[in-house]
């Protein structure tokens, strides 16, 4: 009888224990590219996100999530390995992880999971991301389809085996040169444009084309989910929208700016995160993997990450995970500027942004985007196409407005310090540096800033960067 009672026990334990793994919830994660988050349908964009809005309207919209560098690579790799671009040296875009590098495969596998990577990669050595790699996807025309194929191919090779999975789904919508989607959705005429931009026809028509793609990207999104439904595996499937970093289009990517950090997050669960909800705690970007290996069980070394779990404010808690949200710009070994030397490096806290231009009397900032921009500041503007920056020159000069004139200005040109309320100006238009009111906030984010830089020796910016430039 005892006999018999202790296999029964046994029995019991180990179905519960099969039962455990085969409830491990699914994880899959779709990233945009080059999208500001502002323009998405859950934060009042212009977007036409419908699927989007559905995912918000079913889980929860993170207000507060930032980026170390507004670029593809280093975001990418960030996000992948829960570290900061300054322990991975990731910085400049195109750039690879340092050696020892580990990522979420290495965390997810050994608890059995299938973690695939399907779409664009922007990210490396193999060793440090030891994904599942399904293939690219051409930019030249609408990559959904060949997505939606191979992504379910990986889903029903994993549900059939009894693997949970996670997959990463990395588009190339949002990003130029813009391919895909419907422009005609769009009236371009009744854009509203922000405070620092600048109307021209360019950026409109441009503006348009970009849009056409975001709402691209969320018709992936419902299929994706659509796919989910089918295969009955929603329920158990934490589904992850990322627009990564800021657009393309002036004050957004490669810069310091909140439009460049900021990225749009959305997070879906049933039953474990509240549906219709919004959460404005500061998040990184390197607290993602961190997150989901909490969330699947797993188990890393006290030192494995620079982020941390979110999983308590994801499913319904307010705890204050970080104080501050760091960033940096570092945009050499690129086209035209391969070594041009202007790092900015930036701090937040839930209210104020200061930034940091180090070489603002010796230098100009850019990037390959401003390339025509700048050489129209020392030229006669042409007429005919142009860049989206060009235009803008182009119109300054001819129409010589104190706005548009201050517009362009700041295109290539920053500030030793600048300090904004994001509160009151959540453009960031308005320093506040020299404001004796604001003496001690600004005072508190130097220090806390350069103890951060001191801490990854990157006191100095400048030395820095020379030392990522590559030589010809």
């Given at each position: ?75 990418r790799q960030e996000l992948y ?379 100095d910016p400048v030395a820095t ?8």
């Amino acid at each position: 009888m005892r006999t018999l009672l202790l296999s029964f026990v046994l029995a019991l334990l180990a179905s519960s224990y099969l039962a455990a793994e085969t409830t491990r919830p699914n994880i899959l994660i779709l990233i945009g590219d080059d999208i500001d988050r502002d323009s998405l349908g859950p934060w009042g964009g212009q977007a036409h996100t419908p699927n989007l809005d559905q995912l918000a309207q079913d889980g929860m919209r993170l207000d507060g999530v930032y980026a170390n560098v507004a670029m593809c690579a280093p975001f990418r790799q960030e996000l992948y390995s829960g570290r900061t671009a300054w322990r991975t040296r990731a910085m400049p875009n195109h750039s690879k992880s340092v050696a020892g590098t580990k990522s979420l495969p290495h965390y997810l596998q050994p608890l059995g999971y299938r973690v695939g990577l399907l779409g664009k990669t922007h990210i490396g050595p193999k060793d440090a991301y030891p994904f599942d790699y399904l293939g690219d996807v051409s930019k030249q025309k609408d990559g959904n389809p060949e997505l939606v194929k191979r992504a379910t191919a990986y889903i029903k090779e994993a549900k059939a085996a009894g693997d949970p999975f996670c997959l990463v789904v990395a588009s190339h919508d949002g990003h130029g040169p813009y391919t895909t989607g419907d422009p005609s959705q769009y009236d371009k005429d009744a854009f509203e444009l922000e405070a620092d931009k600048i109307d021209t026809p360019a950026y409109r028509s441009e503006l348009q084309l970009h849009l056409a793609e975001v709402t691209n990207l969320d018709a992936l999104l419902g299929e994706l989910r659509g796919v989910l439904a089918e295969e009955k595996l929603a329920d158990n499937t934490l589904v992850i929208f990322c627009s990564e970093q800021g657009n393309a289009f002036p004050f957004a990517k490669w810069t310091c700016f909140n439009d460049g950090l900021t990225s749009g997050l959305v997070v879906a669960m049933p039953g474990k995160i509240p549906a219709g909800t919004s959460n404005s705690q500061l998040t990184w970007i390197a607290d993602i993997t961190p997150t989901l290996v909490d969330v699947v069980g797993g188990k890393a070394a006290a030192d494995a990450f620079d982020g941390k779990s979110q999983w308590k404010n994801w499913t319904g808690g307010n705890e204050q995970v970080h104080k501050y949200a760091y960033g940096a710009f570092t945009n050499c070994n690129i086209i035209d500027n391969r070594d041009r030397i202007y790092p900015i490096r930036t701090i937040r806290d839930d209210r104020f942004t200061l930034i940091w231009s180090p070489r603002h009397d010796e230098e100009i900032t850019s990037n390959v985007t401003l390339t025509e921009a700048l050489a129209w500041l020392e030229s006669e503007p042409k007429d005919g196409k142009a860049s989206t920056a060009a235009t803008w020159v182009r119109k300054a000069k001819r129409t010589k407005t104190e706005k548009d004139d201050a517009i362009v200005h700041r295109l290539h040109h920053r500030p030793e310090w600048a300090l904004y309320d994001r509160t009151v100006d959540p453009e960031e238009l308005t320093n506040l540096i020299d404001d004796p009111k604001h003496a001690k906030d600004a005072q508190r984010l130097k220090q806390e800033l350069q103890a951060w830089l001191t801490k990854w020796d990157d006191a100095d910016p400048v030395a820095t960067e020379r030392g990522f430039v590559k030589s010809k």
